[in-house]
């Protein structure tokens, strides 16, 4: 399978990852939603508390301001009056001000303002007080306060017509500050992120610890069906406590177990059955024997004016090779079994070997009125193999293309380059078809098993010849040609 890098592969293949992320991911979620919502709520609550307690002072500022004419000494100019209603309004704001005064004078009027410190009448927002001049009551509204010294602050700001017996139409403007409001927002929105932080990391670490338990014994089992499936039969897991990973580490040994016996049983069978076919055939060899001599010797006293007994005589004596080729295939075979097929190794001028070879084969081609044809490099090639080994494979393909070729020419082709030697015989016979390509190396298996052989093939000879070509470190395969096929047999080459 493709493996991934990067995040998005870890993603992939760590269960734990995934969990702690998706955990940390949800917390973050829903930490940031319910923090969100309650900082809201909380804000929304100050500030419609302030806006209660800005109304409410609004309203008992605009009954003094009526009420100040009253009480001032009857000389007072009206510049002095409206200054001493602002400090007097401005004492109720406490220190530092809760908020700040302005008594703006009906414009053209001609009568003077008047504010507290650090605040002008420009600071008076134009929509709120066309507003209040308009609906003559008291309203309020959202808006930054500029103050004197250049700083700006959100606040609210809540205007009302107020008339000064004796000097004239007044607006009203008490301007609080949203700052406390906004600092508590701020302490509020830090708490919570604080406590958000703290939840995330420990419920990833939760998540980390409670998964590294689960995960651990699991990728342990992984690890141990992995060295099993190499070949570690003994692999097994340790089995600690009662829990459902101590039952999965039970179950997995189990098995493992089992599939030990199993596998035992199999090579104790598969072993038994390679000894009896080794000893059945080595058992024959010695009656064979004796057979082949007294067929000899019939053979000798047969009258040669007895055609039918001359016929029975040589058929006995083909089939009495066969089966002698068959024994030592079997042999063979049951020596690959073992393992105890060994090389004997020499250096072998391969183009020198195809010539001997070809030398035997040249009666059968010749019986079979088929052309042999064979291209070889100008140069010699070399390689180290067991010669006798090579010999039996490309003495068989040559016989299976004599066999199978129909009579048309068959091509023996010597290739030496680069890290192999290639042999490979080609012929322009029936072919085989695509599903019987790698069935054509089992042992025993016929294309058409009703096809009489001529040249008394033993059925194992492909399965010995690929056998062969892989204990020199190379290869048999097949290929399709049109028509017929094309058998080839890789060597590697000497360095
Ligand atoms: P045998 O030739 O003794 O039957 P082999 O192992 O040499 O055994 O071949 C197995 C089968 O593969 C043959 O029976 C035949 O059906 C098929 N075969 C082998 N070589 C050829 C070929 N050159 N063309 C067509 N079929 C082939």
Not at 11 to 23: D, E, K, N, P, Y
Not at 87 to 116: C, M, W
Not at 223 to 247: C, F, H, I, M, N
Not at 303 to 331: N, V
Request: glycine share 8%; hydrophobic share 45%; charged share 25%.
């Amino acid at each position: 399978m493709e493996q991934r890098s990067g995040l998005v592969g870890y993603w992939r293949r760590s269960l734990q990852f995934r969990t702690v992320a998706i955990t940390v991911l949800v917390t973050v979620a829903v930490v940031g939603v319910s923090g969100g919502v309650l900082v809201q709520r909380v804000v929304d609550e100050l500030e419609s508390a302030r806006v209660r307690s800005a109304m409410a002072e609004a309203a008992a500022g605009r009954s003094i301001a009526r009420a100040a004419a009253q009480g001032s000494s009857a000389d007072a100019t009206s510049e002095e009056v409206v200054t001493g209603l602002v400090e007097e309004l401005s004492l109720r704001a406490g220190k530092p001000p809760a908020f700040e005064v302005v008594l703006a004078p009906e414009p053209g009027s001609g009568n003077p303002a008047a504010s507290t410190n650090l605040i002008g009448p420009e600071a008076i927002p134009p929509e709120l007080a066309g507003e209040v001049a308009a609906t003559g009551s008291q309203l309020w509204l959202y808006a930054p306060i500029e103050y004197s010294d250049g700083r700006v602050q959100d606040g609210i700001i809540v205007g009302a017509p107020v008339t000064i017996r004796g000097i004239g139409r007044y607006q009203l403007y008490h301007m609080f500050s949203l700052e406390s409001v906004q600092r508590t927002a701020g302490i509020v929105t830090s708490a919570i992120v604080a406590v958000g932080v703290v939840l995330v990391l420990a419920l990833g670490l939760l998540a980390y610890f409670a998964t590294r338990r689960l995960v651990r014994p699991v990728q342990r089992v992984a690890q141990a069906a992995d060295a099993l499936a190499a070949g570690e039969l003994d692999s097994r897991l340790t089995v600690r406590g009662e829990d459902d990973l101590a039952k999965l580490a039970s179950a997995f040994n189990t098995m493992a177990q089992s599939l030990a016996d199993k596998i035992e049983a199999l090579e104790v069978l598969s072993d038994t059955q390679r000894r009896f076919v080794s000893d059945v055939s080595h058992e024959l060899r010695t009656p064979l024997t004796t057979i082949r001599m007294a067929s000899d010797v019939a053979t000798e006293r047969i009258d040669p004016s007895a055609a039918d007994a001359q016929r029975a005589s040589a058929l006995l004596s083909r089939e009495i090779d066969r089966f002698d080729r068959l024994l030592s295939d079997l042999l063979e075979v049951s020596r690959f079994d073992a393992g105890a097929a060994v090389l004997e190794t020499e250096e072998t001028d391969l183009g020198i070997l195809l010539e001997e070879v070809v030398g035997q084969i040249g009666p059968v081609a010749a019986e079979k009125q088929t052309p042999l044809e064979v291209v070889q490099p100008e140069r010699p090639c070399l390689v180290d193999c067991d010669p006798r080994r090579v010999k039996r494979v490309v003495r068989n393909l040559l016989v299976n293309a004599l066999e199978y070729g129909g009579g048309r020419t068959v091509t023996l082709m010597l290739e030496c380059r680069g890290a192999d030697a290639r042999i490979s015989v080609r012929d322009r016979g029936v072919g085989i078809s695509v599903d019987a390509q790698e069935r054509v190396f089992e042992r025993f298996w016929r294309a058409d098993p009703s096809r009489a052989r001529t040249l008394g093939g033993t059925g194992l000879g492909l399965a010995i010849s690929r056998e062969d070509a892989r204990l020199h470190g190379g290869d048999l395969t097949l290929e399709s040609a049109d028509p017929g096929c094309s058998f080839t047999l890789s060597l590697p080459v000497r360095d």
